[in-house]
C-alpha cells in the first residue's frame, strides 16, 4: 500500500527567505506525485505535478519541486515566500487508475 | 475554469440527524469523489464514483452513504450524524484516469459540525 510523510506538521519561515517543504512515500511502484495547496477556508488548489519526464517541476507562484526516486521525495521549495504564501500544503500520490493518498500536511506560517 | 460547488460552506446539525451534503461539478468529469479533512490526517477518501450509479468504498465510508444519479452531482449522506463526524468535508472530481494527469479539482468545502 502506498504511504505519504510529511515529517513537518507546521514551517515558520520569515518573509523574503527561502522554505523546503519535505514529502517522502512509499510505493512499489511507479507514481504520479502532486502538491496541493490550502488557503485559509478553502478547497484545495494545484500547485505541481510530476508524471513523467524531467525531475524538477515548476509550478504556479514560484514553487518547484524536485523528484528523486532513489530517496523516494517530492521535496517542494520556493526561494523567497511572501506573506500570501502562508496555508497549509499537502503531498499526494498516485499511480496509473487509483486514488490519492495525501500525506497529512505541512502548514506553512510565513512571518513578517 | 473547473468549478466544483458544494452547497453549505458551514453547516451544524444534531446528532441524529440525517443530513445531505451536495458536491456539484461543471466539467463533465467523469470520476467524483468525497473526502474528510482532520487536522494532523489529511485529506481522508469516504466514498468515489467513477459513473452514474457507480460508487466505491474508499478508506473511512462506515457511518456514510453517498448518490449519483446524474454526471454533475454526487452527494454524501450522513444517515444519523454523531460527533464523531465533525470535520470539513472536500468534495473533487477529475477525469477518467489515464486522461489529463489525474489532476483532482476541489470545491470550497464544508464544516459540519454535530452536536
Known amino acids: 500500500a502506498q504511504s505519504v510523510t510529511q515529517l513537518d506538521s507546521q514551517v515558520p519561515v520569515f518573509e523574503e527567505a527561502p522554505v523546503e517543504l519535505r514529502c517522502n512515500y512509499s510505493s512499489s511502484v511507479s507514481v504520479y506525485l502532486f502538491w496541493y495547496v490550502q488557503y485559509p477556508n478553502q478547497g484545495l488548489q494545484l500547485l505541481l505535478k510530476y508524471l513523467s519526464g524531467s525531475t524538477l517541476v515548476k509550478g504556479i507562484n514560484g514553487f518547484e519541486a524536485e523528484f528523486n526516486k532513489s530517496q523516494t521525495s517530492f521535496h517542494l521549495r520556493k526561494p523567497s515566500v511572501h506573506i500570501s504564501d502562508t496555508a497549509e500544503y499537502f503531498c499526494a500520490v498516485t499511480f496509473y487508475g487509483q486514488n490519492f493518498v495525501f500525506g497529512p500536511g505541512t502548514r506553512l506560517s510565513v512571518l513578517p | 475554469d473547473v468549478k466544483v460547488t458544494q452547497s453549505s460552506r458551514y453547516l451544524v446539525k444534531r446528532t441524529g440527524e440525517k443530513v445531505f451534503l451536495e458536491c456539484v461539478q461543471d466539467m463533465d468529469h467523469e470520476n467524483m469523489f468525497w473526502y474528510r479533512q482532520d487536522p494532523g490526517l489529511g485529506l481522508r477518501l469516504i466514498y468515489f464514483s467513477y459513473d452514474v450509479k457507480m460508487k466505491e468504498k474508499g478508506d473511512i465510508p462506515e457511518g456514510y452513504s453517498v448518490s449519483r444519479e446524474k454526471k454533475e452531482r454526487f452527494s454524501l449522506i450522513l444517515e444519523s450524524a454523531s460527533t464523531n463526524q465533525t470535520s470539513m468535508y472536500l468534495c473533487?472530481?477529475?477525469?477518467?484516469?489515464?486522461?489529463?494527469?489525474?489532476?483532482?479539482?476541489f470545491g470550497p468545502g464544508t464544516r459540519l459540525t454535530v452536536l
Open positions: 473533487a472530481s477529475s477525469l477518467w484516469w489515464g486522461t489529463s494527469g489525474y489532476e483532482q479539482f
